[in-house]
C-alpha cells in the first residue's frame, strides 16, 4: 500500500513562473490537507480537501495560490507568479475520514526554490 | 481558531536523560493530539496520539499527558538514545478537522 505520493520533490523556479505541486492520496483516503513548511519553522495549515470541494482554505493566500482535488487524479497546489518568499516545503496530507479525526499521514514534501 | 503553543523551542540533553516538551492549546472543542516527529528533510511521522477521553498513554519509551482543564498536553520521552534527536511537533485538532501544529521542538540527544 503506496503512502502519501507527492511530486515533484524538488522544484525550482524563477520569480513570476508557476509552479505546480501535485498529491496523490493514500489508498482509500478521500481527505487531503496541504501544510506549508519554511525553513527552520513548523508546519502552516493552507487548505483542506475532498473530492471536487474545498472544505476550508482558511490558510492559503487569497492570492496567486489556488488548489484543487479532482474526481480523477492527483490533488494540485498551484503557485502563480512566484516570489522568493514562496521558498519553503510544501507537505501533503491525507486521512481516511474527517468524521473519525485521526492520523494524517505526509508525504516526503515538495521543495520549492524560487531563484 | 485553534492556537498551539510549545516549549521550549530546543531541549538538549544527554543520552539516557528523559526530555520532555509541552503544549498549550486554545479551542476547548479539540479533542486529538498527536505528536509528530521529523528528521531533517524528511516527513512527519506520527509517534503516538491522545483522545479527549484518555489522560495518559504510553508506548514503550514515550509517554503523553492531557489536562483538559488546564488545556495543555506533554510529550516524554524516557532513556534518551541518539536516534531520538529530531523536531517534535504537537498538534492539536478539534470541529474544524484540520490539524494546527505548535512551533516545534528541535531535541538534540548528546553521547
Known amino acids: 500500500n503506496a503512502g502519501v505520493m507527492q511530486n515533484p520533490r524538488h522544484l525550482v523556479r524563477r520569480r513570476g513562473q508557476e509552479a505546480r505541486l501535485r498529491c496523490s492520496p493514500m489508498?482509500?483516503?478521500?481527505?487531503v490537507y496541504w501544510y506549508r513548511q519554511l525553513p527552520e519553522e513548523g508546519l502552516k495549515f493552507m487548505v483542506y480537501?475532498?473530492?471536487?470541494?474545498?472544505?476550508?482554505e482558511s490558510g492559503m493566500p487569497k492570492e496567486r495560490f489556488s488548489a484543487e482535488f479532482p474526481k480523477e487524479g492527483p490533488s494540485i497546489l498551484r503557485i502563480q507568479q512566484v516570489v522568493r518568499g514562496d521558498s519553503a516545503a510544501y507537505f501533503c496530507?491525507?486521512?481516511?475520514?474527517?468524521?473519525?479525526?485521526?492520523?494524517?499521514?505526509f508525504g516526503e514534501g515538495s521543495r520549492l526554490t524560487v531563484l | 481558531g485553534e492556537n498551539v503553543e510549545q516549549h521550549p523551542s530546543t531541549l538538549s540533553v544527554q543520552e539516557g536523560d528523559s526530555a520532555v516538551i509541552k503544549c498549550t492549546y486554545s479551542?476547548?472543542?479539540?479533542?486529538?493530539f498527536p505528536w509528530y516527529k521529523q528528521e531533517l528533510g524528511k516527513r512527519p511521522q506520527l509517534i503516538i496520539d491522545i483522545r479527549s477521553n484518555v489522560g495518559e498513554k504510553k508506548d514503550q519509551r514515550i509517554a503523553v499527558t492531557l489536562n483538559k482543564t488546564a488545556k495543555h498536553f506533554s510529550l516524554h520521552i524516557t532513556e534518551t538514545q541518539p536516534e531520538d534527536s529530531a523536531v517534535y511537533f504537537c498538534?492539536?485538532?478539534?470541529?474544524?478537522?484540520?490539524?494546527?501544529f505548535g512551533t516545534g521542538t528541535r531535541l538534540q540527544v548528546t553521547l
Open positions: 489508498k482509500g483516503h478521500s481527505h
Open positions: 496530507a491525507s486521512s481516511p475520514s474527517a468524521r473519525d479525526t485521526g492520523e494524517l499521514f
Open positions: 479551542d476547548s472543542a479539540s479533542n486529538y
Open positions: 498538534a492539536a485538532t478539534g470541529t474544524a478537522s484540520k490539524l494546527t
Open positions: 480537501l475532498q473530492k471536487e470541494n474545498i472544505i476550508d
